[in-house]
């Protein structure tokens, strides 16, 4: 269940980023900061839509693994369907590609930050506030799924 749930969160989390940053607050595309692709032109805006996309992309990929791990799992394991720890690593899962995503795209490579407009502490403090999210979920869902209990489903085999 760990890597269905940390995948399960991996790609939530980067649809919950390219939904709300990307398309719905229109704060950031994928590749905006990176010189050549300015969302204000056409082709910028082209180039950036195709990542938003292979992005959208990777995130599906994700969440398509994580279900399929997660059928798997619940067909041969002899522990049943743990709601709580499940909840806390697709957390953890979330918190994860907040952190990767935030240290690479953000900060190592530059090719977007969270929010473009404003000077550049505001930038900074919301890549800034980017990663203490992804870290705080990270932490949290690691808490809940610790603490969650595994108890053998009945009628299934415990060997």
Known sequence: MLAAGLLLGIGLGGFVDGIVLHQVLQWHHMLTSEGSHPATTVAGLEANTLGDGLFHAFAWLAVCVGLWLLWRESRTAPFGFQGRRLIGLMLAGWGLFNLAEGLVDH???????????????????????????????????SAIARSSGVYPVQGRATE
């Not at 930038?123 to 949290?140: E, M, Q, R, T, W």
Request: charged residues 15%.
């Open 107 to 141: 900060h190592l490579l530059g090719i977007h930050h969270v929010k473009l407009d404003g000077d550049g502490d505001a930038i900074v403090a919301l890549d800034v506030a980017f990663l203490a999210a992804g870290a705080f979920l990270l932490v949290v869902g």
